[in-house]
């Protein structure tokens, strides 16, 4: 009887190691080349000219996400980067440059979990740290931070139990106030859409 308990127990150990190695982590990393492409609404700039409004430049970056899933339905998202440069132009001419740096923290719902393709959606919220600006030569500023909502949806193709290919489409709310002389003069909605694809591996 003895014998028969120890090699059920046995057993069960062996079969829970198993199982424990067969599961995935829940961590997740991915890299993706991402196209931001800001909307570009803003108010006319008072004392310059009714008809002229800020735009700001459209460019590429590289960006970091690690997820961590809660169930396999449900994760978190950290999307990173590094402080990121943008011209910035009143009626077409250029009037200088500012950077922002731009974490933003998402839920999202995976569709498919199981599948080879697995399509979600998710929702949180940005926070970027604008600084460094330089606009008509320092007469003009910007609010040092912004808070606003993300929404996104994507998709990841697996190509094995670790790697995949992923789609990813964000927009992001980033605004601010703009000052001359220290008095409010315009307000601009950068709100961009983030177009990026890239590669994840699931831990």
């Known amino acids: 009887m003895k014998k028969i308990v120890l090699a059920l127990s046995l057993a069960a150990i ?32 008072a004392g310059v000219g009714a008809a002229d409004r800020l735009t700001v430049s459209s460019k590429a970056i590289a960006e970091v996400d690690i997820s961590y899933y809660v169930t396999p339905n449900w994760s978190a998202e950290l999307i990173l980067t590094y402080p990121q440069k943008h011209d910035v ?20 719902y995976h569709f498919a979990p199981d599948a080879q393709i697995n399509p979600y959606l998710g929702a949180g919220l940005n926070y970027t740290r604008i600084s460094d ?23 990841d193709f697996k190509l094995d139990k670790n790697w995949s290919l992923n789609l990813d489409v964000k927009k992001v709310q980033i605004r601010s106030d703009v000052y001359i002389g220290g008095a409010k003069a315009s307000a601009v909605k950068v709100d961009p859409w983030l177009v990026g694809v890239g590669v994840g591996y699931r831990f």
């Open 133 to 155: 600006v330089h606009l008509l030569g320092g007469a003009a500023d910007l609010d040092n931070q912004s808070l606003g909502f993300a929404v996104q949806a994507g998709v």
């Open 89 to 108: 132009m009143l009626d077409g001419a250029n009037i200088g440059y500012f950077k922002h740096l731009p974490p933003t923290l998402t839920a999202q």
């Open 14 to 45: 062996g079969l829970t190691a198993t199982q424990a190695m067969a599961q995935q982590s829940p961590w997740q990393l991915r890299a993706r080349v991402v196209n931001i492409s800001p909307a570009n609404g803003s108010d006319p700039v």
